[in-house]
């Protein structure tokens, strides 16, 4: 029986996708990308992580067409691993969210202090600091409420999400050097498919990778959107493409005016290039837009997080007390205050590149390579006669996907140890968990529940 009613449109569903994938995201990484290069050759990993989107946005594609359930991966794990197996993997999915979430809202809190340091030059580091838990307090306050809709928040802010790179390209096309040139082409040492060119995109790539994540979010409202077999695809591949040429279009137009020699060296670099271009006061106007943008971005990351371990604990595949709703507000707020907890402690603990890196590790095994292996058992046993949605060149993009995610996650170094390790947990307190409480499997869902 479903319970939610499909009411998002196509643009709707591809606005909230963006929102999700700019956030604060490519502001901040931009001179992480250039310094892993220190060379003009930096756009390739946005070329490539757009490349990567798009690949794996097939996967996606194909299972939203045909299974447009809420929750995204957890009913896609189920449906995939069957009923003894799809129990583990949709609970590691929920195990994985539940620490990787803190750290998506804790990247995007140290992001905003980030910015935040260009309007408050004279900070301290731990006054910084005290900045990034304050925004994660304040967004915590605000959604310990009763949420009805954010349909409209969200096409006003996809409006400004647009402008603010708009003008920011805008600037660059207008204020640019006359002597500026960004050779792209590798040579010398530096020729492509050499360790030169490889070893440094592998590690850019986990940055631009991360400010790409967000084009499945359609995925995750699946059984509220119109016409999904049609709109999920149809909203992933435009997010893709529209995000790849603004992100690429930005990254040219501040190394335009910002050389990228001094970019890398810069943290609040939209700041500096807008200070450049068009003076203080158009910087600082730029620099509140952007704080806007990341502040959007944690209120819709913490909305959208905290209902996932809601979820999965009323599905009774998670820790019971994640189900309890606020007794007069009607909200998962120990959901909410778990996650909102666990990131104010990240935030202290981690850089923004280390959170970056945890956040993929964390979630390439148990949800991407897992998704991949999992539309490969579907096709087996279901065939593909019934698919709304088929990707193009099967099995090549399934293929090229896992190769390209496990060589990031091998890039993560530490953290890809400290990846499986927390998956390994995960598998020990699943079973744990099913001791204690004598279950069996659940039953798994299928295609007649849509």
Known sequence: MELLKRRLTLLQATAINMIDMVGIGPFVVLPLVIREFNSP???????????????????????????????????????????????????????????????????????????????????????????????????????YRKIESVGRLSLFLWVSVLGTMAWIIAGGLLRHSPQFSLPLTPSGETEIFSAAFLLPLSFAAQKTVYSYLGYYNVCHLGSEIVRPERNIPRSIFFSIVSIAVLYIGMNISIVSVVPWQEAQHVDFVISVFMEKAFGPTAANVATALVLLVAFSSLFAVLLGYSRVPFAAARDGNFFPVFARLHPTKNFPHISLLFISGLAILFSFLFSLKQVISAILAMRILVQFIAQAIGVIRLRKKRGVKDLPFKMWLYPLPVVVSILIWLALFVS???????????????????????????NDALPTVTGEEI
Do not use: H
């Open 41 to 143: 050759l930096f756009l390739w990993a946005w070329i490539a992580g757009a490349l990567l989107a798009l690949i794996d946005g097939m996967i996606w594609s194909e299972l939203g067409a045909a299974y447009p359930l809420a929750g995204g991966s957890y009913n896609f794990l189920r449906i995939a691993y069957g009923p003894k197996w799809g129990r583990l993997a949709s609970f590691l999915f929920v195990w994985q969210t539940a620490i990787q979430a803190p750290m998506v809202l804790a990247s995007g809190s140290i992001g905003f202090a980030t910015y935040a340091k260009y309007l408050l030059p004279s900070i301290e580091p731990w006054q910084q600091k005290a900045v990034s838990v304050g925004v994660i307090l304040f967004v915590t306050f605000l959604l």
């Open 412 to 438: 993560t170094k530490m953290f890809a140890i400290w990846g499986t390790c927390m998956a390994l947990a995960g598998v020990v307190v699943f079973y744990m968990k099913e001791k204690r409480a004598g």
